[in-house]
């Protein structure tokens, strides 16, 4: 709430009432000056021009005040928002590094299983050519042991 003054301007210099000297040119008093008795008869009187007026700077200080809170309650949901920012990308930052750690994690064990598959294929042929190799060996062993008759028949 804005202060207020009261404002006397008297139509002759130094025309007295309520004891005090009042002045031709317009001079502000604290509302609380006078009491309420000599408030109305200062009104009252035609050689007084008696106004309530709103107090300069108080009104300059009550808007001073309502923009400070303003641009304090500005800072306070600037610092909100960007601190609401921050954790939604710190939270956004771990939700990447998290699928990528598990991007990762499915490519390596997608290696390791090629690797796996790849060796026991690698085996399951090695198995299958020593199998021929010793098949053909027994064969031509069995063939060595085995001579032709005279004739070309065999024994």
Request: net charge positive; charged share 35%; no cysteine.
């Amino acid at each position: 709430m804005v202060q207020q003054l009261i404002r006397i301007t008297a139509r002759r210099d130094g025309f007295r009432r309520a004891g005090v000297a009042h002045p031709a040119k317009p001079v502000d008093h604290p509302i609380d000056r006078f009491t309420d008795t000599q408030l109305a008869a200062l009104k009252a009187d035609p050689m007084l021009d008696v106004r309530i007026v709103d107090d300069p700077a108080a009104k300059a200080a009550a808007e001073k005040a309502a923009a400070e809170k303003a641009a304090a309650d500005k800072a306070a949901a600037d610092k909100a928002a960007a601190e609401k920012a921050a954790v939604e990308k710190a939270a956004a930052d771990k939700a990447a590094a998290d699928k990528a750690a598990a991007d990762k994690a499915a490519a390596d064990k997608a290696a390791a299983d090629k690797a796996a598959a790849d060796k026991a294929a690698a085996e399951k042929v090695a198995a299958e050519k020593a199998a021929a190799e010793k098949a053909a060996a027994d064969k031509a062993a069995a063939a060595g042991k085995a001579k032709p008759k005279k004739g070309g028949e065999a024994a």
